[in-house]
């Protein structure tokens, strides 16, 4: 049996979503703009400033685009920009409040480990 997924109200296991993704600040106008989206997702990692205050920002952005946002930090080791485990872990627990998803891949244990229950209980 298939489990039902949603992320905002895009059913992922019904529907094959159309998703727009894009690394950093210079890319959110685009995000906000993107036609025929059904998810965006935000690249926090590849900000020119990667700090909490930005991603919030940005994540707000976008929710006022009506969209639902999937928040991705990175690691190098995962294609992203070097930052440090800890500099993720306060990018994605500042972005929980707005983000409807956080993608972290399964290789960061840790991190998911402490985030994701806290992103289910966001």
Known sequence: MTREVAIGAVR?????????????QAALDALVAADGADLVELRA???????????????ERLRTAGRPVILTVRAAAEGGRPLAEGARRELYAAGLAYADAIDIEIASTALASELVPRAHAA
Not at 12 to 24: F, N, Q
Not at 45 to 59: E, H, K, S, Y
């Open 45 to 59: 990692d590849l900000f020119d400033d990667p700090r909490p205050t930005a991603v919030v920002a940005a994540l």
């Open 12 to 24: 992922l296991s019904t529907e094959l979503p159309r998703i727009v993704a894009a690394g950093g």
